[in-house]
């Protein structure tokens, strides 16, 4: 499975957090990520397994 056609459990969606903000994630399941837009980072969601480290994640930038 490619990172951009992870899927993710729904129900693991619902107790996920953002590391940092404590705040809720949004599954862009077209990037294959999760969008904390309130820490402005994107997790990177591979082999189906999210990788919540602030290391890994991409920085959102305007328009993405």
């Known amino acids: 499975m490619s990172e951009t056609n992870a899927t993710i459990d729904p129900r693991l969606l ?10 809720p ?3 862009d399941r077209a990037a294959g ?4 837009e309130k820490a ?8 189906g397994i999210p990788i919540m480290l602030p290391e890994e994640a991409r920085v959102l930038t ?3």
């Open 14 to 23: 619902e107790i996920l957090v953002c590391p940092l903000t404590k705040g």
């Open 40 to 47: 402005g980072l994107a997790y990177p969601i591979r082999d």
């Open 25 to 27: 994630l949004t599954y």
């Open 33 to 36: 990520e999760l969008i904390s």
């Open 62 to 64: 305007e328009g993405s």
